[in-house]
């Protein structure tokens, strides 16, 4: 049992570039979040998921997207990289949000420069 | 709408030392209350939940007591070691989110 795993570990982008993070959980939880944590503050909510097929946005979804063709991926695409993207990335899941917690990855940092 | 406001950091504090972190919260409905532990360089981890007003969460010597009178859900510790020095974030969930507070940083000094 891996939990959830996320890839790659770090990268460094140029400006402009694109690429997909990704995750995956075998713990068969429906629910899946991506958030970013910039420095010294809390986690914001990028997408999320509430099940193979469909996805929702959160707090800051612009310059991202998400697709979750089954229940263990749930990948993030970043396209046309910029700065401002530059950050942790960490992805979660849970098996349900009412009154379960979420299990979260290691984590992906990105920096944009 | 929801969110979550914790006490700002960094804390430090010597070993053996009581901890207290304030954490309140605003939320529609019957949100769960949850603190998670971030360690340098890792994803965060749950520490404690409780899922109704009254009930008190606890593990590895940290309590927490979900208030709803206060809204409130205040974690402690009676005696920090050095081990316990990470982030402390307190969240809430409601519907299909979660909600973070911005995270306290605790360094436990020998």
């Known amino acids: 049992n891996a939990g959830v795993t996320q890839t790659p570990k770090f990268r460094i982008l140029k400006i402009g570039q694109s690429m997909t993070l990704q995750c995956a959980q075998d713990?068969?939880?429906?629910?899946m979040y991506w958030y970013r944590q910039d420095p010294g503050m809390g986690l914001k909510l990028i997408y999320y998921?509430?099940?193979?097929?469909?996805?929702d946005k959160g707090e800051v979804p612009n310059g991202y997207n998400v697709s979750r063709s089954t229940t263990e991926d749930f990948p993030l695409r970043l396209e046309l990289a910029a700065p401002s993207q530059t950050s942790v990335y960490f992805c979660a899941s849970s098996y349900d949000p009412s009154g379960y917690e979420q299990y979260f990855g290691p984590g992906t940092r990105l920096t944009v420069t | 709408g929801n969110s979550v406001t914790q006490m700002e950091g960094p804390v430090t504090l010597s070993e053996e030392a009581f901890l207290t972190i304030n954490c309140t919260y605003t939320?529609?409905?019957?949100?769960?209350l949850f603190w998670y532990v971030q360690y340098p360089g890792e994803g965060l981890q749950l520490l404690l939940k409780a899922t109704k007003a009254d009930d008190k969460g606890s593990n590895k010597g940290f309590e927490a007591t979900y208030r709803k009178e206060t809204t409130s859900f205040h974690l402690e510790k009676g005696s920090v070691q050095v081990s316990d020095s990470a982030v402390y974030f307190c969240?809430?969930?409601?519907?299909?989110?979660?909600?973070f507070g911005t995270g306290t940083s605790l360094t436990v000094i020998p």
């Open positions: 998921s509430v099940g193979a097929g469909i996805t």
């Open positions: 939320a529609t409905g019957y949100p769960s």
């Open positions: 713990m068969n939880h429906n629910y």
């Open positions: 969240a809430l969930n409601t519907g299909n989110q979660f909600y």
